[in-house]
């Protein structure tokens, strides 16, 4: 069976690291497979990782690092479309 779009994004960390368990990997490629937002989605945070790949804790301003980590610690409320 296939995960959600939701689940898709908590685990996309996982799966770029190659950490996902072999029925998790199996479902998130079938997920992939199916839903055509999902596949930008990865494509959109490959490159994010290559053009950020250089970027180190000190070059971000307090304010954004900020910013981030209230987005990170909300994300959940905000309920998403699948």
Known sequence: MSIPCRELVELVTDY??????????????????????????????????HLTGTLSEEDITPEAEEELLRVFRNWKDHPTEE
Request: proline fraction near 3%; charge should be negative.
């Open 16 to 49: 770029l690291e190659d950490t996902l368990s072999p029925e998790q990997h199996a479902r998130f490629e079938e997920h992939l497979s199916e839903c055509g937002g999902c596949r930008n989605y990865i494509v959109q945070m490959k490159e994010t990782i």
